[in-house]
């Protein structure tokens, strides 16, 4: 492809609002294929995050449960080197977000790091090493009020934490972490009741801020809400099935949680428009101006990139408000080729959201092209590493390697190997 053809090609996929990969899939009624998408767009262009005898040792040395047989050998490479990646990145026990200016402290107490990272070690057997990292991280990073040591956490990522330590318990019991990991999950849950308690005063829902880069634009957020929800019920479960004793009885902690995914679906309900076509589903009660498309704003962007995929995976939406979500993101701009569309660029960190999303509905061809599109197109040739955010085919590094995006493919693939 000349530089020509690539600016031609560039300008129409930016400007389209449908994926147009999707499209020509529909249209020959064909299911995504790997080999295919490998074959169609080239792999971005940037430099390793670590040395690569350092990534083979770390993959040489994996004994995973089940063993990596995805299907295709990419895939399974793809899958490996995120597993390997993990302990490239952390420093010993200790969080890293990334490389670069990514690697800076400020970044460490980021919640997304250590919930990726025990997701991804437990889908594939790894419980000691996830247990490990998630007991450190609670006694490191939670405040004695519940609060995350990090710059910019949201209300979501509060409800993601105890949703992990529901997770590890499930797949790999409580050795290891929860005797000590506890307390610090308790804060959080008590952090989290306050607000709700607060939040009775007007309509039920938790003020925030809705990520840290948006962290000044607090507000009545659809996914911070749901996933408050359902951290709340996964804590109360989690506690009775150790039979440990929070602060506050399960039974009252299930009846908020109960409480406030009905307040929050209703909120939904009350601010979705009632037309079914209308692809502008809001993330908030507040107003917010509608955009052209959803690249069109930084606001509209960030919706389709973090907080529609987190009410996605939040399980609160119904299957006909979930399928609408979804068909939104298809209709509006919100992908190409399965990954996510920012603003100019793609970025994938909070793609995993989406998939399980995707999954959970069905939609088996959605989920192949967005997990394929990945691999194939947002982590680099030969070395794999996956940057936070790159540019249309062929793409180039735009920002740096990031923990969450290298597990993408890790988490996601394990939904097509069968349970052992």
């Not at 492809?1 to 020959?28: G, K």
């Not at 109360?236 to 679906?265: E, I, N, Q, Y």
């Not at 507040?286 to 690249?295: G, I, M, V």
């Not at 030969?382 to 890790?410: D, I, N």
């Amino acid at each position: 492809m000349t530089e020509d053809q690539r600016n031609s090609a560039e300008e129409d996929w930016t400007a389209a609002c449908e994926d147009s990969v999707l499209q020509d899939l529909l249209e020959r009624g064909e299911q995504p294929d790997l080999d295919r998408i490998l074959e169609v767009f080239p792999r971005p262009i940037g430099m390793p995050a670590f040395d690569a005898d350092v990534i083979a040792g770390n993959i040489q040395r994996l004994k995973t449960t089940p063993p990596v047989q995805t299907g295709h050998p990419y895939l399974d490479l793809s899958v490996k080197t995120g597993l390997a990646f993990i302990d490239a990145t952390f420093q010993g026990d200790h969080p890293k977000y990334g490389v670069k200016s990514y690697g800076l402290n400020v970044h460490d107490g980021f919640p997304p790091t250590i919930v990726s990272a025990v997701d991804a070690l437990t889908a594939w057997g790894l419980h000691c090493r996830a247990a490990q990292l998630f007991r450190y991280w609670l006694l490191n990073f939670v405040r004695d009020d519940g609060t995350i040591d990090y710059y910019g956490t949201a209300v979501s990522e509060l409800g993601q934490l105890l949703h992990t330590a529901s997770l590890l318990d499930e797949r790999a019991g409580p050795a290891g972490w929860w005797e000590d990991g506890f307390a610090p999950l308790e804060r959080i849950a008590q952090l989290l009741l306050r607000l709700r308690s607060e939040a009775e005063k007007d309509d039920g829902l938790l003020v925030g801020g809705p990520e840290a880069d948006e962290r000044e634009k607090r507000g009545r957020y659809f996914h911070n809400n749901a996933w408050a929800a359902k951290g709340l019920a996964e804590w109360a479960d989690l506690c009775r099935r150790r039979r440990a004793a929070p602060l506050t009885p399960g039974l009252s902690v299930r009846r908020t949680a109960r409480a406030l995914a009905r307040d929050t679906l209703a909120a939904i309900r009350r601010t979705w428009p009632a037309d079914p076509s209308d692809w502008w589903l809001p993330p908030q009660v507040e107003p917010l101006a509608r955009p052209a498309s959803l690249t069109a704003t930084r606001e509209a962007s960030y919706t389709n990139y973090r907080y529609w995929p987190e009410l996605l995976s939040s399980g609160l939406l119904p299957p006909d408000m979930a399928n609408r979500l979804v068909e939104a993101r298809l209709r509006a701009g919100g992908q190409f080729c399965g990954m996510t569309r920012f603003m100019g660029w793609l970025d994938d960190w909070p793609l995993a959201e989406y998939l399980y999303g995707l999954w959970s509905l069905g939609r088996k061809r959605d989920f192949r092209l967005s997990l394929y599109g990945h691999v194939a197109c947002h982590q680099a040739g030969g070395h794999l590493t996956a940057y936070e955010s790159v540019s249309f085919p062929p793409g180039v590094e735009k920002s740096a390697y990031c923990l969450p995006c290298q597990l993408v493919a890790t988490r996601a693939a394990r939904l097509l190997v069968k349970k052992r």
